[in-house]
T-cell receptor, first 112, second 110 residues
């Protein structure tokens, strides 16, 4: 089991608002990831980080941005939320030397 | 683009049945493979890792066939609680990124 946390779990917000989705892990994992998943659809990697001050965009283009100032914290920000951003956002982390990813519980975002 | 393909679902099976899922991968350099279980509206949870020819954990058996580039997941004596979507993933060649399949939905019916 992995200790990885996401807040909020559910968020309903109006168009144009700035939002930050939080992801934290207490295991000292150096690699962290953000995925986007629509209901019944596949996971899409949108951002990843291999360590502090290292962030990269994933396979799916996203208007969100991320930062990695501390090992345990990998927040995702949307500067101006739109209805097309409605989705589930899943954070994951990997322990050093392996590829096994452990997922947080996700944030279900609805933009009205 | 490296891809992971899974059996299209859904699989509807009676309790107690044995069910097998297949997953093919296109990256011949992939070293590590994973099966995740995802319940509706929940996060994926690791079911099994596969690094060599296979792995077994209770009623679940995963087998890797490198020559044909596929991995399989066998579930014996299906339980109602096994109903979920099963995701296959491979790690590529040292990229620290996983490529996920679209998942196969399993429904175990009484």
């Amino acid at each position: 089991e992995a200790d990885i946390y996401q807040t909020p779990r559910y968020l309903v917000i109006g168009t144009g608002k700035k939002i930050t989705l939080e992801c934290s892990q207490t295991m000292g994992h150096d690699k962290m990831y953000w995925y986007q998943q629509d209901p019944g659809m596949e996971l899409h990697l949108i951002h990843y980080s291999y360590g502090v001050n290292s962030t990269e965009k994933g396979d799916l283009s996203s208007e969100s941005t991320v930062s990695r100032i501390r090992t345990e914290h990998f927040p995702l920000t949307l500067e101006s939320a739109r209805p097309s951003h409605t989705s589930q956002y899943l954070c994951a982390s990997t322990q050093g030397g392996t590829d096994t990813q452990y997922f947080g519980p996700g944030t279900r975002l609805t933009v009205l | 683009r490296k891809e992971v393909e899974q059996d299209p679902g859904p699989f509807n099976v009676p309790e107690g049945a044995t069910v097998a899922f297949n997953c093919t991968y296109s990256n011949s350099a992939s070293q590590s493979f994973f099966w995740y279980r995802q319940d509706c509206r929940k996060e994926p949870k690791l079911l099994m890792s596969v690094y060599s020819s296979g792995n077994e954990d209770g009623r679940f058996t995963a087998q890797l066939n490198r020559a044909s580039q596929y991995i399989s997941l066998l579930i014996r004596d299906s339980k109602l609680s096994d109903s979920a979507t099963y995701l296959c993933a491979d790690s590529g060649a040292g990229s620290y990124q996983l490529t996920f399949g679209k998942g196969t939905k399993l429904s175990v019916i009484p």
